[in-house]
């Protein structure tokens, strides 16, 4: 680890001064991306400000149609959230499927989104449920946010807030772990909602993507088998000493039936 | 009233002594000790797997914060870091034995050799110093794998190992094997990997030198199974530091599984550095450095052919074996395939007669060497894969053709054609006992039950031995082992009665401190708490061999019994005089010598007070004191043996492999603590698991370490090893005095050909006669997948 300043401001707004006044100053949030990234010396941020003594980004709520989760918001808590179990119980099952014990007891909903890892679980039920990201300075579709490998549309010095889950008909999640890390080797959240249907795919490419046709098989016929036809190029597949791009194209589908089965 | 006393001898499971303070966090292990005025290093760690060093500028480096010192290969000129066997090549001439510098002299050899120690008042400071060196690297080609190295043309990695080849060895009758195979009904042949493994003890390695000018007295705390060896490499081929100013200490250790073995080259810096600036150094591995520098394990290549006659007896094998030493000799690199996995070649069958041939390779990877079961687990996977395949071939059921070709029980001591001479087993009721309690023949009804989810089911079985209890001296001296492979144990009785023991052994989580003290509770009749384990100092302990190879029990329990035999003779003594009896006359008899036919007796502590408090003494015949050595030299190896059974269930649709339950019941002789032989043969069986489904070093062609880290590199967790059930079936040693085997390797060496011949059962009608560990999800998925599109075309 390099040597920084560390700062706890204690609102949204102290946050957003400290990172605009600074390009390499970096918010932590649960640090567990950011903490072994510093301690193998892969970042090297001037100063570090950590978000937890900010009261307003914590917490869960049901805001009419909607789930609102802060961005601090831990893995564990919204895994156990009365809630988000009773309006979204995929939401609460991919959040208890996170890492470990340990990790799931410090990352958060802020981080994990904000990062955008590939093979990160939440940014597939981000865009499969529509939600709506709640920055610092503005409001940003689940279409426009995640925008390549650990690329969003965040700006420096921008923070993510919230993210607005609109309350779905249906919803499910499956995934293959990879056997190493048990991140997300390949993953599908099928979601309806409001008579819509989308289909997010992690893990298995360079950033998490809609799948268009199983979204149109879908919408024609909510059923494991309408999905158990729609064959996923391999063309853009990820490819490492863990699985071929054609294995994890094959994955898609049988994530996504499983996750069409666990909507029911 | 007194409590009532609890058993805690030969047979009974007590807990182990030592868990409190693991289970507390207060164990001590190296990198918890810090000695005054100590400095950290840094290892700075070559990038690439083979470059030339033009140059090495550390002045800006050396200008850094709490720099102290910062050595490269031209200031540490020493001795090189010595193989512990020579293997003779098949005509005779000696292996090729380049040297391994412990800093790298003007080459680097794989991704993860040494360059440079920076030493700084703090670790991060050294770390910052470290980034500053600046290395002139010209990049030379590299040979990570074995077919690249051996490869026309293939870059050279050693000058004085023409062709990359360290030797080229056999053993067997070559004509005598030809002939069997020409009068062979059926020839099977098959060619298989033994894939590499990493390590990854729990404790990363760390070391710490600390010199005392005024003496002239080096200190080393290790991460090591066995310091005095760690002492006599060090310093009678390294740094020429004679023994009695060396002391080597391996404090609580945690994980070894073979790797703390060898002696590696930080140990000798820091001990060398920390004379040069009288100062103590500490460095601790990270996980970074542990994944490429740590000796790595397995990695042969081996073609195998069977003959056979009509009723499938075996009538010959012959073994081809390619295996990768990595960069440089690691300490008992050498003897890994050779005499410790092709003299396993028999197993427990009667073949007539086996050739092995083994070629050794440098490539530019880790060193690599022993690791858990060192050699017997490639051997056996080899045999017990090569049986199951036979069985297919000729349509000999695969339990009944191990049952025509096992060893019977009536024929121990049993000579094979490969060295070793069995004294024995039965494995007979070790297969009957494991095909009931693994319902064998339940299994088609779970198969089908499984077929009607969707799912795959396999059942996979082996039969195995293992030769452990490391070594008879002699014979290992006669196959080129360059030491003494007997153990120490010294009982040191108290004036009140309270004992230490000092074994040459090391427990590094074996349980030792327990199951040791056990032995001493059972003969002398004292309980447990009145027993301590010293062992891990040479300062403490008398020179010993350390912990490997299933060994502790079998060679250092054995020195142990040798003492208290020699403790117990001079108390009888002792109590002779104080009853006024004849020696002959006093029995002993857990903690009570008496007269023998009479009601005169004397209490254990009365014996040990007298002993140091010789008032009434025969001081003329025996000397004072109740302190005993013996050593043990092992008559000849142990032959722990058993069945593995698992039985798994892939899911097609993703190839993952669940394993569903796995029995063992092995043959690891007396069992003293029945609680510890169950977790040793557990963690084995853990092991063996990960090696068949999860575990895989790999290397690009360029020899960068993709599976460098547990993001890439897969340790089995608890949900991939299923249900264990473990049992244990004795037949006693017929050599040594307790009667054991040892169990530590038994999990790791049975096991893994038990499930890759369960995926390959489950695989059956896809057409498969092998699958290459690990049996990842992936590669069984494409399996399926091309097996499913043959069928569709
Ligand atoms: C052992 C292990 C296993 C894991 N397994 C999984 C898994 O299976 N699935 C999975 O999805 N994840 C997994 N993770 C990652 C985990 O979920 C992390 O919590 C997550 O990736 C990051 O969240 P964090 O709160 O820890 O963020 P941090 O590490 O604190 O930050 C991550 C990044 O986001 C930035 N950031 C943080 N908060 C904000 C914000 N509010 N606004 C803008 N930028 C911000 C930081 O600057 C940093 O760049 C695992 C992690 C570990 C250590």
Redesign the pocket.
Known sequence: MYDFEYHKPTSVADAVKILSADSDA????????????LKHRL?KPTSVVD?SGIAE?KGIKRDGDKIVIG??T??ADVANSAEVKAAIPALAQLAG????N???N???????V??N?P????PSAVLALNATIV?SKRRIAADDFFQGMFTTA?DAG????AVEFPVPEKAGYAKM?NPA????MAGAFVAKTGGQVRVAINGAAACVFRQAEMEKALAASWSPAAVAGVVQPADDMNSDIHGSAEYRAHLVTVMAKRAVAAAG | MNAPVVFEGIGASPKRKEDLRFLSGRGNYTDDINRPNQTYAVMLRSPHAHAAIRGINTAAAAAMPGVVAIYTGGDMVVGSLPCGWLIHNKDGSPMNEPGHPPLAQGKVRHVGDIVAVVIAETRPQARDAAEAIAVDYEVLPAATSMAAALAAGAPLLHEGAPGNVCYDWHIGDLAVNQAAFAQAKHVVEFELVNNRLIPNAMEPRAAIGDYDRTTDQHTLYTTSQNPHVIRLLMGAFVLQIPEHKLRVVAPDVGGGFGSKIFHYAEEAIVTWAAARINRPIKWTADRTESFMSDAHGRDHVTKAKLAMDEQGKFLGLHVSTTANMGAYLSTFATSVPTYLSATLLAGVYTTPTIYAEVKAVFTNTVPVDAYRGAGRPEATFLLERLVDIAAKQTGIDKLELRRRNFIPADAFPYQTPVALQYDSGDYQSTLAQALKTADWDGFEARRKAAAAQGKLRGIGISTYIEACGIAPSAVAGALGARAGLYEVGAIRVHPTGSVSVLTGTHSHGQGHETTLAQLVTDRFGIPLSQVDIVHGDTDRVPFGMGTYGSRSLAVGGSAMVKAMDKIVLKARRIAAHLMEASVDDVEFDRGTFRVAGTDKTKAWGEIALTAYVPHNYPIEEIEPGLDETAFYDPKNFTYPGGCHICEVEIDPDTGHTTVINFTAVDDVGRVINPMIVEGQVQGGIAQGIGQALLETCSYDADGQLLSGSFMDYTMPRADDVGTLSVATHETLCTHNPLGVKGCGEVGAIGSPPAVINAVVDALRDYGVTHVEMPATPAKLWHIINSGRRAAAE
Do not use: W
């Open positions: 970096r918010p932590i949030s649960g640090g567990q991306t950011l903490l072994p990234a970042n978000l980004l961005a601090m831990r893995h499927s996170i890492g470990d340990q990790v799931r410090r990352g958060t909903i802020g981080g994990s904000s990062n890892d093979a990160a679980d939440y920055t965040l921008e923070l993510l807030v772990k890390s048990r991140y997300v």
